[in-house]
């Protein structure tokens, strides 16, 4: 913090004191939204696991693409977006400045 200070970079302090102003019931909603994050795919595998015990093989298979298919895409989205600002001289930006820091 007193290098942001010293370098003239109040951006950087005024959102380090940002987080100096959270309340008790922020880190109550942020620890509730990870806890329910983990839970939904457990709870999704063992519904998925019902359906195959239970021979409901076409609602099986729906399950699986609908857990499978977010991952592919949000992997397919963070290559192309990495490719794209790479191309564009975006990234290399982003590492000077974070060397920077």
Known sequence: MILAVATGNEDVWSKMSALNDLKWYNTFFFLI???LSFADPVTDAFTLA?????????????GVVFMIAP?????MLTLLSHTVLSCLGV?????FVLEEL
């Open 50 to 62: 019902e359906y195959y015990k239970e021979n409901h093989i076409r609602w099986f298979k729906w």
């Open 33 to 35: 939204g990870a806890i």
């Open 71 to 75: 991952c592919l895409a949000f992997a």
């Open 91 to 95: 990234v290399e930006s982003i590492s």
